[in-house]
């Protein structure tokens, strides 16, 4: 018998709701997002207030932080996912799993 092929519904997405999508998807990355900006913020702040402190050695300070926020973002990501993998499953899977065999 021939089946039925699958109707898929494309569309191109726009930015945003790629955004959305990715959001929902993966929340920690609005986290690494955010870190990113707030680093990069706080980078031209102490930039300005840098004082004698060559360029050289601030933008290397500042891609430190910037790589460590990205690290701890990825790295919390990876916990709430473990954490929801394997330590925080629903209750309604516990029914539906086979009774071991008494003899």
Request: with cysteine; charged share 20%; glycine share 8%.
């Amino acid at each position: 018998m021939a089946q039925e092929k699958p109707v898929f519904d494309y569309h191109e997405e726009s930015q945003s709701e790629k955004l959305a999508r990715k959001t929902k998807e993966s929340p920690f990355m609005i986290l690494g997002i955010a870190g990113c900006l707030g680093s990069v913020a706080y980078g031209a702040y102490a930039y300005k207030n840098r004082g004698a402190m060559s360029t050289s050695v601030f933008l290397m300070q500042f891609r430190v932080i910037a790589q460590g926020t990205a690290v701890g973002a990825l790295c919390a990501g990876m916990a709430y996912t473990l954490y929801n993998n394997h330590f925080n499953k629903p209750k309604e899977n516990l029914a539906i799993l086979p009774k071991p065999n008494e003899h």
